[in-house]
């Protein structure tokens, strides 16, 4: 690392940001009422929006979006004519899935063989804490050199777009120079990168109907028509013997450029199975960054446990599509909406529900703030060369942002590198990634003051 004035205030500033972690990781704050109650994201808000107001943050509100979730916003004077620069996190998580599969709690930050455990610690409550650290490190080298406004989401996770439908009916809010997402990652810990493009996604529910009733399966099966085997041979006709995802009218084949992800270090940070084969055609980056990707994220249909030998009238599912840049999410859904309904076998009823939808994002790699962003991560990764690369998840916003201010530069760092398994139990974050990105935002904020001076 280096030993400047700045890297040594980010390096001092640890303890604190692991302390502020710790509290923020403690609200159970998934964003789905069925699931935690809402006071716990009601509650995280709150606890944003005090910081916000102990660092000197103007107009700092609670937001209540139309997805009736709440973001937090919070605005910092900068000198005058100084640039002004928007910082995105969100403080809701996923929900910690399998509880008794963490080693440790999920909402109890954690250390651990030099990382930090815990459900956002690093996607993407910890983002938030890379900005504050960032900013704290300035005010006591100088100053901040910019105008800083902060965003903080509540709903990210979800994708119901609440945040998006805000900022666009309140379109000067959240106009800045450049934005800076801090909810992506180093392509691998200690390779300092930023993410030039973002897959889109379409969430859908999906329900087939064939019966009035349960039957018995050996009074009625082999002549009923079974809903859960329907929907079974729906959802199979998503992927092609290879695996690779082909919803009917949706190209599959796009090549990505650029940086590569080579098969054997996939197969090692996804945890493959020894033996178990990897789906698609193509390289790694092609399908994780270039092409769609479909998910069955979960089946409505009787447990193992307690079922009885009986034809299902009906069964559910929620369909995860992911679209790549260059493809319109809206009509990634007609098409995913007509491959399901065309696919139902034995003229079963299908009800198709959308509800989540997010734009991909390509960004402008040529700006001034990337030069500043390289510069900065240089230092602060003692030499290492900053790296552009995909991202496979989405991040509905940036395309809302994109749109309201066509003029902005939007850069997308964080700490959700591999080993992070965001997502997945075990989350985790760590300590030196934190140190050394938030010494990188804290330069590029100092560097792209003085190109704009």
Known sequence: MPDSPLAQSVASLQSRAKAELAELVAFKSVADPAQYPKSECEGAARWVADVLRAEGFQDVALLDTPDGTQSVYGYLPGPEGAPTVLLYAHYDVQPPLDEDAWISPPFELTERDGRWYGRGAADCKGGLIMHLTA?????????????????????????????????????????????????????????????????????????????????HSGQFGGAAPDALAALIRMLNSLRAEDGSTTVAGLPADAEWEGLQYPEEDFRKDAKVLDGVGLVGTGTIADRLWARPAVTVLGIDCPPVVGATPSVQAGAGALVSLRVPPGTDATEATKLLTAHLENAAPWGARVQ????GEGQPFRADTGSPAYASMASAMREAYDGAEMQTSGEGG???LCNTLAALYPQAEILLIGLSEPLAQIHAVNESVSPEELRRLSLAEALFLQRYAATRS
């Open 135 to 215: 900013l704290r490190a300035l005010k006591e080298n100088g100053g901040v050199p910019v105008g800083v406004k902060v965003i903080v989401e509540g709903s990210e996770e979800q994708g119901t777009g609440g945040l998006e439908r805000y900022a666009e009916e309140h379109p000067g809010l959240l106009a800045a120079d450049a934005i800076v997402i801090g909810d992506t990652g180093n392509f691998r810990l200690g390779v300092p990168t930023v993410t030039a493009t973002l897959r889109g996604m379409t969430l859908v529910k999906v329900r087939v109907d064939t019966l009035e009733g349960n039957l």
């Open 394 to 396: 989405s991040i509905p």
């Open 352 to 355: 198709v529900e959308q509800i």
